[in-house]
């Protein structure tokens, strides 16, 4: 016990860099790191299923081509109807990431194990110079 009151600092610090050093691990683990490259390559690569979370009217004013509408508040609901299989990586669309990090984490809830949000969104898939749909 003398030890840690002794040293307190540095196991502060040691915890610290370990967390941090743990920190990229976990979270590409979870899907957040998606680039607009990183899914061009699931799409051409693994036929990555892109699913589109933003509403009716956000959808048809631009997407992503090939995409599937499912607004966030339907997916429980229809994702099992749109794509059967749940070994297919899935891509999970909004305007900027947040809808979608949500969605992908109900999806892997049903099963949907290769479940992942574009990083950034829509506006992320455009700044990169990625062709968009409009309705």
């Known amino acids: 016990m ?12 040691a915890l610290t860099s370990g ?9 590409s683990a979870t899907g957040g790191d998606l ?4 899914a061009v390559q699931l799409i ?4 990555a299923v892109v699913i589109d979370v933003c509403e009716a009217n956000e959808f048809a ?8 509408n499912i ?3 339907q997916l429980k ?5 749109v794509v059967k299989n749940k070994e297919l990586p899935l891509i999970f669309v909004c305007q900027a990431g947040r809808r979608s990090s949500s969605a992908a984490s109900v999806a892997k809830g049903l099963g949907y ?7 950034g969104g829509l506006a992320a898939w455009q700044a990169a110079n990625l062709p968009v749909d409009k309705a």
């Open 19 to 27: 967390g941090l050093l743990a920190w990229p691990i976990l979270k």
């Open 77 to 81: 609901e229809k994702l099992a109807g």
């Open 35 to 38: 680039t607009p490259t990183g």
């Open 113 to 119: 194990l290769k479940a992942q949000s574009l990083n």
């Open 71 to 73: 607004p966030l508040g």
């Open 61 to 68: 004013a631009a997407h992503i081509g090939g995409a599937k």
């Open 44 to 47: 051409n690569r693994e036929k």
């Open 2 to 13: 003398k030890f840690i009151i002794d040293n307190w600092t540095l196991i502060l610090v």
